[in-house]
């Protein structure tokens, strides 16, 4: 472990809180602090996602993500939009701030759907492991509508993403052109020849869209399966050289295609494209979490 890595680890710890009954919680506004957020805005709405993510996985929210509200002294005058950014005014100089009690297991979702481009974000990623995740995912996994499933893997697919694009560039792909000639190999790989142009064409996308925003849930688990493996090769064998990175790429979507051939299954370019994107099911979701929060309180 790096100096660094002592010390942000040390900075997760120092932050953490022990109740009564010994049981270990973080406060969001800390974790915020930690993880170089500057504007609650931002970090609530980070914050939306891994209660989402909660929801997937079959936990209540309520266990992992409590809300807490302590009255703080307010020098300014009030904000006339106050509820906007996480505070309801009491007087002209004293208000409640909101803030949640999170687990550890909520942090790590945290830091699952923060901005992967920070670095102390992959340190938090470290630090709030939780090992039984996958295995709780799994579990929960075939009762979920198709929806909830393409959330889960997407979530997945988004991180190990990020992790592919770490390894490629310590192979030597190093500009944004040589990546996107990097990710066009693995596609053509898997989509029999179609590169990342030609799968957008096809599934008949604007040019502002994702096609990894409109796969279905077997779409996506083909490209997780792609993503995940490509990295580990290519991290193992010590691969170098962007030309061996896309040949390296190339060959295993192509070994997956050849397995979901050999297993008779849909192949991916052949899988229906889902009407609306994993983004406007997010949406839809997290607003339909918060109406559902705000009845409960109402009640």
């Given at each position: 472990m790096t100096d660094l890595n002592e010390k942000e680890y040390k900075g997760f710890e120092e932050i953490k809180h022990r109740d009564e009954n010994g049981e270990e919680f973080w406060l969001a506004r800390e974790?915020?602090?930690?993880?170089?957020?500057?504007?609650?805005?931002?970090?609530?709405?980070?914050?939306?996602?891994?209660m989402l993510a909660c929801k997937n996985s079959g936990f209540e929210i309520s266990d992992h993500f409590p809300e807490v509200r302590k009255m703080v002294e307010m020098p300014t005058k009030p904000c006339?939009?106050?509820?906007?950014?996480?505070?309801?005014?009491?007087?002209?100089?004293?208000?409640?701030?909101?803030?949640?009690?999170?687990?550890?297991?909520?942090?790590?979702?945290?830091?699952?759907?923060?901005?992967?481009r920070k670095e102390i974000i992959a340190l938090g990623?470290?630090?709030?492991?939780?090992?039984?995740?996958?295995q709780e995912v799994q579990d929960y996994f075939n009762r979920l509508d198709e929806d909830n499933k393409r959330l889960?893997?997407?979530?997945?697919?988004?991180?190990?993403?990020?992790?592919?694009?770490?390894?490629?560039?310590?192979?030597g792909v190093i500009t944004d052109a040589e990546f996107a000639v990097f990710q066009n190999a693995g596609y053509m790989g898997l989509y029999g020849g179609e590169d990342v142009e030609a799968i957008h064409r096809r599934k008949g996308l604007r040019s502002n869209e994702r096609i990894l925003d409109f796969m279905n849930s077997s779409e996506?688990?083909?490209?997780l399966f792609r993503i995940t493996q490509a990295e580990e090769?290519?991290?193992?064998?010590?691969?170098?050289?962007k030309e061996?990175?896309?040949?390296?790429?190339?060959?295993?979507?192509?070994?997956?295609?050849?397995?979901?051939?050999?297993?008779?299954?849909?192949?991916?370019?052949?899988?229906?494209?889902?009407?609306?994107s994993i983004t406007e099911v997010e949406r839809e979701q997290i607003n339909a979490m918060k109406k559902k929060k705000n009845k409960m309180l109402d009640e």
């Open positions: 974790l915020a602090i930690a993880l170089e957020y500057k504007l609650w805005q931002n970090f609530s709405k980070v914050i939306d996602r891994a006339k939009n106050s509820e906007k950014i996480g505070f309801i005014e009491v007087n002209k100089t004293k208000r409640y701030i909101l803030d949640f009690r999170l687990s550890r297991y909520a942090c790590y979702l945290i830091v699952q759907n923060g901005d992967p990623q470290t630090y709030f492991a939780i090992q039984t995740r996958r889960v893997i997407r979530g997945d697919v988004r991180q190990w993403n990020q992790m592919l694009a770490e390894t490629a560039h310590n192979a996506l688990i083909a490209n090769r290519i991290r193992l064998e010590n691969i170098q050289g061996n990175a896309n040949d390296a790429h190339f060959e295993v979507g192509k070994i997956v295609r050849n397995a979901i051939e050999q297993t008779r299954g849909t192949m991916p370019e052949n899988q229906p494209t889902p009407k609306s």
